[in-house]
């Protein structure tokens, strides 16, 4: 009988420990994101909270001209890149969520890439004194792993995401 309570309270405490991500902690709606926070802080703050090795955020500007479907083909392509499967995406309200199945550090991690884009951005000036305008794209990406109570080393998967994405978006 003692065995049975120690296995009971053993596996009650070891899934206390566990940090589970689930689909359901994740918006499905961009308008759920407070970008004009994160455009603020990134304007602002050399090196914002969500750029750290221990945040699962990340948050960043591109000036490009790219409508919303080829945009999120092009998030798709590095999400799948990065290991991940599409699960849930909607071109109306500008989200994508993807799955990667169990790694060194974590069982799996759920990602979500959120996508704004804001209109008639002044872009360059030209010589008859009439400006370009430009689109800029704003990119939130949020990640959750699955993990033991055995932890792991800090790692920001939605910022190495991020970056992957702002590299090939620069070289369009």
């Not at 991500?21 to 970008?35: G, N, Q, V």
């Not at 050399?46 to 221990?54: A, D, I, Q």
């Amino acid at each position: 009988m003692k065995k049975y309570i120690y296995l009971a309270v053993l596996t009650v405490l070891l899934n206390s420990c566990l940090s589970i991500a689930s689909f359901d902690d994740f918006p499905r709606d961009s308008d759920k994101i407070d970008f004009k926070k994160y455009s603020k802080e990134f304007e602002e703050k050399s090196e914002p909270f969500w750029t750290t090795s221990t945040s699962n955020e990340y948050y960043f500007e591109i000036d490009l001209e790219l409508d919303d479907q080829k945009l999120e083909l092009l998030i798709k392509q590095v999400m799948r890149n990065d290991g991940y499967r599409i699960k849930i995406s909607d071109l109306q309200k500008k989200f994508i969520i993807g799955k990667r199945g169990m790694r060194m550090n974590e069982w799996n991690s759920i990602i979500g890439v959120y996508y704004h884009q804001k209109e008639n951005v002044p872009g360059k000036k030209m010589s008859n004194s009439s400006m370009i305008k430009k689109r800029k794209i704003q990119i939130y990406v949020r990640c959750e792993i699955t993990q033991d109570i055995t932890g792991g080393w800090s790692e920001n998967r939605a910022k190495d995401l991020a970056l992957d994405l702002k590299e090939v978006m620069e070289n369009i």
